[in-house]
């Protein structure tokens, strides 16, 4: 007679247990991640911050999602890359061969996305009344060739991308020692650039069209200054519409590479900042992006009938 008036007891206890079974598999289902919710963390190349940060809080009131970025020098963002500490980044050029290999080796492939085009500035100081500048000169004056009125060029870090984009151009290896100054952040070089005659700092646009409250004033105190390309005899300002028309000769495209390798938050992301929010977004900032995000026309009906009455 105890087990049957125990019964009851023991029914209601297993209907809880199953209750609960449910409830932590809800949960855990909750908590997983997809393209719209979850956490993950982006790598983004330093010069690229601001445009990123953008994306990143918006998208984050959107969706319920969060999004740690870590911003480092090209050169540190891809070994880290490379060593699973994020599956997420942000460059301003695509994988190399190489690079792809080892993630072809995991049985990854590499989902770059292209999201946008910005440019690499050259600045002076307010000072200086030219306002004018030839890419050739700051390449000779890179090679050792110092015939020009440059008298330092000033960098953010010695392995950013902005220094490797140069470099390429110079036909470098490595940068300078001699007459070539460099800080870690981009703020620096335009801080220094205000405060000192005579030297070109050498930073991503994207810095200048969006400055920090804290940087306007320097911002100010700077000059952009109009690039001669190596072919052409024009000078072009590193705008929206130079860059699109190729005009400007210090474009980058921008990428976000994704080897996370299933459908997850780094995907949406991607998604989010290549489609028309992150398009307009990208827009709004100065830099060029992918496509150029639709217009919404709203004609009213109170316009409309206005007229209708005119032409009576």
């Known amino acids: 007679m105890k087990k049957l008036a125990n019964l009851p007891f023991l029914v209601v206890f297993a209907v809880i247990l199953v209750l609960f079974a449910c409830k932590q598999n809800d949960n855990k289902d909750n908590g997983k991640e997809t393209i719209l919710k979850g956490k993950v963390t982006i790598i983004v190349d330093e010069t690229l911050k601001p445009i990123i940060e953008d994306q990143i809080e918006v998208f984050e009131n959107k969706y319920e999602a969060k999004i740690t970025l870590d911003a480092k020098s090209e050169k540190e963002l891809v070994q880290a890359f490379l060593k699973d500490t994020s599956s997420i980044v942000v460059l301003s050029r695509k994988l190399t061969a190489d690079e792809s290999k080892k993630f072809e080796f995991k049985k990854i492939v590499p989902k770059q996305t292209i999201i946008g085009t910005d440019a690499i500035a050259f600045i002076a100081n307010k000072n200086n009344k030219d306002t004018l500048i030839a890419l050739q000169d700051v390449i000779h004056f890179m090679q050792g060739k110092r015939d020009s009125k440059i008298k330092g060029l000033v960098f953010d870090n010695p392995n ?10 110079a036909g470098l290896k490595e940068i300078p020692e001699k007459g070539i100054f460099s800080f870690k952040i981009n703020d620096e070089v ?56 190729g005009t400007y000769p210090l474009a980058r495209d921008l990428y976000i590479i994704n080897c996370q390798g299933y459908s997850g938050l780094g995907m949406g992301f991607a998604s989010f900042v290549a489609g028309e929010v992150g398009q307009r977004i990208i827009l709004k900032s100065g830099l060029l992006p992918v496509r150029t995000p639709g217009r919404k026309m709203l004609i009213r009906n109170g316009i409309n009938n206005d007229k209708e009455n005119e032409k009576k």
């Open 190 to 245: 335009i801080k220094f650039v205000s405060e000192n005659d005579g030297m070109i700092g050498i930073v991503g646009v994207n810095w200048l069209s969006q400055p920090l409250p804290a940087m306007k004033d320097y911002v100010k105190k700077v000059n952009v200054l109009n690039v001669k390309g190596l072919a052409g005899s024009g000078y072009f300002a590193p705008t929206q519409n130079n860059i699109a028309e």
């Open 160 to 169: 950013s991308s902005t220094v490797r984009f140069m470099n390429e151009l």
